[in-house]
């Protein structure tokens, strides 16, 4: 069973981008992840076709086996709905998105079924105007300009099935300037139970780091909350799997590809 797991642990990482392709499209990034069990439900994505820059990260239902599972469904959709082009707006490929899942889970919406879905905020930047557009399903991006945190939320709604009629899922879009500092993140990091109370870390004491932090070298940020992260967490059971993923926009640094998928 182990090395099934180590094995099935080698397929879901070759299935996300790899770190040469993040590093050559955002030269100024880190990546905290650290599943709970071997292999995760938590996934993160990036590519680029033409001048648009697609970031996204999910967080699947579960964790372990079952969360891997869904991991690369999540990954797989949204490769392929921004492969073909067939969108419109990041709100659009969300919808497209859930239209996939639920096929392929074949959820009907009935109030018996398993509500079994992604969470996920998807961010394109366009590098030619210096646009963020951002849709979320429940998952927000935070956006640190001059130690200053500003956050976009996503809706409150997953991606598959969720517990009220679905909507068409919004876009926002924000002006970026230079050396903005993004995050996006699944809840495994503020959820996590610790501390001298053993509470959950929770958000605001997250974005409080972040903005403390957002002025260091990337792979300093990622050092420093990886050091929290396991300070808080201490001899406590890990309770879900933790990503973190922060990019400072640098628009003179970006490459200019035509077409980019992992």
């Known amino acids: 069973m ?4 180590k094995y099935a642990s ?3 990482q070759a299935i996300f981008p790899s770190k040469i392709l993040i590093n050559r499209l955002i030269p100024e990034n880190f990546l ?4 709970r069990e071997v292999v995760s439900g938590d996934f993160y994505y990036v590519s680029r076709r033409n001048d ?8 699947c239902t579960g964790h372990g086996v079952p969360g891997a599972f869904m991991s690369i469904l999540g ?5 392929e709905i921004i492969v073909h082009g067939s969108f419109s707006s990041t709100g659009s490929i969300l919808n497209k998105m859930r239209e996939h899942v639920m ?13 079994d879905g992604i969470d996920l905020a998807l961010c394109a930047i366009d590098t030619r105007n210096h646009m963020l ?8 991006v935070y956006i640190v300009h001059e130690r200053k945190l500003f956050e976009i939320a996503g809706d409150m709604m997953p991606v598959g099935v969720g517990a009220e009629e679905e909507r068409s899922f919004t876009t926002q879009k924000h002006n970026l300037s230079g050396n903005d500092v993004i995050y996006l993140f699944t809840d495994g990091f503020v959820d996590q139970f610790g501390g001298p ?9 997250f974005r409080d780091l972040l903005t403390k932090i957002s002025h260091l070298p990337m792979n300093d940020q990622k050092t420093i909350l990886q050091n929290t992260f396991n300070e808080w967490k201490g001899n406590l059971q890990q309770v879900d799997d933790v990503l973190v993923f922060g990019f400072r926009y640098l628009a003179d640094q970006l490459p200019n590809f035509p077409l980019i998928i992992p």
């Open 2 to 5: 182990a090395e099934s797991l």
């Open 52 to 59: 648009l820059l697609f970031i996204g990260i999910g967080d």
């Open 32 to 35: 905290f992840y650290q599943p």
């Open 197 to 205: 109370e053993n509470r959950k870390f929770k958000y605001k004491a």
């Open 103 to 115: 096929e392929s889970l074949c959820q009907t919406g009935e109030d018996a079924e398993r509500k």
């Open 133 to 140: 557009s951002f849709s979320g399903a429940f998952n927000p």
């Open 10 to 12: 080698y397929i879901q």
């Open 75 to 79: 990954i797989t959709f949204l490769n």
